[in-house]
C-alpha cells in the first residue's frame, strides 16, 4: 500500500491561467474523490468516480472546473481561467468498493492552490 | 452549504479531561464515517458506524450512531496530547456517491 499520491504539492499561479492537478490513488481501489478544503472548513466534496466513470459532480462547481480519470487508475482536476476564490486545498481520496456502501476514504497529502 | 454540522466548532481542554464532539444531518445518513486531521496533515479514517444505535470503541474513544441515523458522537476519555486535531464526521447523500463531510471540531489539548 503505497498510498495515494497526488502532484504538485504546491501551486502558485496568476488569475486567469489554468491549472492542472494529478492523482494517483491506491492501486486496487477503484473509487475515487476530489474534495476542496478552506482554512477552517471540512473537505468539501467535489466529484467522484467509479473506474473510468465520473458518476457526481457537485452543482458549486462551476464549468470551469473538469476532471478525467480515463483509464480507471489516475485521475486530473483541471481548473480553466482561475480566480481569487479558488485558491484552496485540492484533496483527493480513493477506496475500494462497487455497488452499494461505503469505505474507508484514504486521502493524499493534497495539492495547495495560490492564486496571485 | 454543508449538509452536516458539526459542535463545538472548537473545544481547548486540560490533558486528562474527556472531550465529545456532535454530529448532526438533516438527512438520514445510510452510514457515518468519522475521521481525524492533525494540523497541516490530511484526513485519517477513524471508523465507520452503519447500524441505528450502534456503538463502537477504540481504546480511548467511542463513537455512537443516532436512532435515527440523523446524528452521531464521537468522545474521548482522558484525552492526550496525541489527540490534537480536527475531527470530522462524514456521511453520503442520497446515494453512496456523494459525501459530506461536517464543519469538523477543532480539539486542543493542554499538557
Known amino acids: 500500500d503505497t498510498g495515494v499520491s497526488q502532484d504538485p504539492r504546491h501551486k502558485i499561479t496568476k488569475r486567469g491561467q489554468n491549472v492542472t492537478f494529478r492523482c494517483d490513488p491506491i492501486?486496487?481501489?477503484?473509487?475515487l474523490y476530489w474534495y476542496r478544503q478552506t482554512l477552517g472548513q471540512g473537505p468539501e466534496f467535489l466529484t467522484y468516480f467509479q473506474n473510468e466513470a465520473q458518476l457526481e459532480k457537485s452543482r458549486l462547481l462551476s464549468d470551469r472546473f473538469s476532471a478525467e480519470r480515463p483509464k480507471g487508475s489516475f485521475s486530473t482536476l483541471e481548473i480553466q481561467r482561475t480566480e481569487q476564490g479558488d485558491s484552496a486545498m485540492y484533496l483527493c481520496a480513493s477506496s475500494r468498493g462497487t455497488g452499494e456502501g461505503n469505505q474507508p476514504q484514504h486521502f493524499g497529502d493534497g495539492t495547495r492552490l495560490s492564486i496571485l | 452549504g454543508q449538509q452536516v454540522m458539526q459542535i463545538p466548532q472548537y473545544q481547548h481542554v486540560q490533558e486528562g479531561e474527556d472531550f465529545t464532539t456532535y454530529c448532526n444531518s438533516s438527512?438520514?445518513?445510510?452510514?457515518i464515517q468519522w475521521y481525524k486531521q492533525r494540523p497541516g496533515g490530511h484526513p485519517v479514517f477513524l471508523i465507520q458506524l452503519v447500524k441505528s444505535g450502534e456503538v463502537k470503541k477504540q481504546k480511548r474513544l467511542t463513537f455512537q450512531f443516532g436512532e435515527a441515523k440523523k446524528n452521531s458522537s464521537l468522545h474521548i476519555t482522558a484525552t492526550q496530547t496525541t489527540d490534537v486535531g480536527t475531527y470530522f464526521c462524514?456521511?453520503?447523500?442520497?446515494?453512496?456517491?456523494?459525501?459530506?463531510f461536517g464543519s469538523g471540531t477543532k480539539l486542543n489539548v493542554k499538557p
Open positions: 492501486s486496487e481501489h477503484n473509487r
Open positions: 438527512t438520514t445518513l445510510s452510514n
Open positions: 462524514a456521511g453520503p447523500k442520497q446515494n453512496f456517491n456523494k459525501f459530506y
